[in-house]
């Protein structure tokens, strides 16, 4: 039994003493317990390090912070909406490709545009050269309005797919939203359900996935 933290009064087992035998076979039995501390918790699980301890919550300040925080345990973070955001994420990845697409072809044009206006403004060009640029000018930035129309429609459509008001859970725009960024920084781990563990082996040793700085993107492969 543990003991309890409030008044140090003896906290027993939970229901029958005895132990419960799994449905499935196992080498040890199960039992449930109620009260103590973590000093209670970490000697009955003959735990040595507090990073031994993973702790599965699905509220950020109520569950992830403090355990991450103050006791020093491995966290990991339980988004039900995850299981139906990473569905429509693989749903719409060719869509997601073209926008990436139409997102390259309206830089360039507006690149085009810049280094025509940057030569008519301080180059010394001729009558019909400077015409001839000034008409290309006028075609890019309709190009541009175009593309940009098209993206907005493309974005607007996927939007709606995830939430029609609120979109992706972890995105604003191209940006990572204000709850993503308080997942990666509170939670080791995050999961749609903790069912997903059984996946896995018990001694896996999770390892953080590679940072990319802006500069490397389109020069390392992903």
């Known amino acids: 039994m543990l003991i309890n933290t409030d008044n140090g009064t003896p906290m027993a087992q939970i229901g029958d003493p005895s132990p419960k035998i799994p449905l499935k076979s196992k080498d040890k039995a199960c039992r449930v317990f109620q009260g103590g501390n973590v000093g209670h918790l970490h000697s009955l699980l003959s735990i040595e ?6 702790y599965v919550g699905d509220h950020i300040y109520g569950d992830i912070l403090r355990s991450k925080k103050v006791l020093g345990w491995r966290t990991m973070l339980v988004v039900q909406e995850l299981e139906k955001e990473v569905e429509l994420l693989w749903e719409l990845r060719d869509a997601r490709k073209e926008q990436i697409l139409m997102r390259n072809e309206r830089d360039s ?7 025509l206006s940057w030569s008519l403004k301080f180059e010394d060009i001729n009558e019909k050269d400077k015409q001839e640029m000034l008409s290309a000018v006028k075609n890019l930035e309709c190009k541009r309005v175009e593309v940009r129309l098209n993206l907005q429609e493309a974005q607007r459509d996927s939007h709606k797919k995830f939430h029609k008001v ?6 604003t ?3 990572s939203s204000r709850f993503a960024h308080q997942v990666e920084r509170f939670a080791c781990l995050y999961t749609s359900q903790v069912s997903n563990l059984r996946l896995y082996s018990p001694e896996k040793y999770y390892k953080p996935s590679e940072d990319f700085m802006s500069h490397e993107f389109h020069l390392l492969p992903l």
């Open 109 to 115: 044009v507006e690149d085009k545009i810049h280094r």
């Open 166 to 171: 609120w979109g992706q859970l972890m995105k």
């Open 49 to 54: 390090s507090s990073s031994q301890v993973l």
């Open 173 to 175: 725009g191209y940006q």
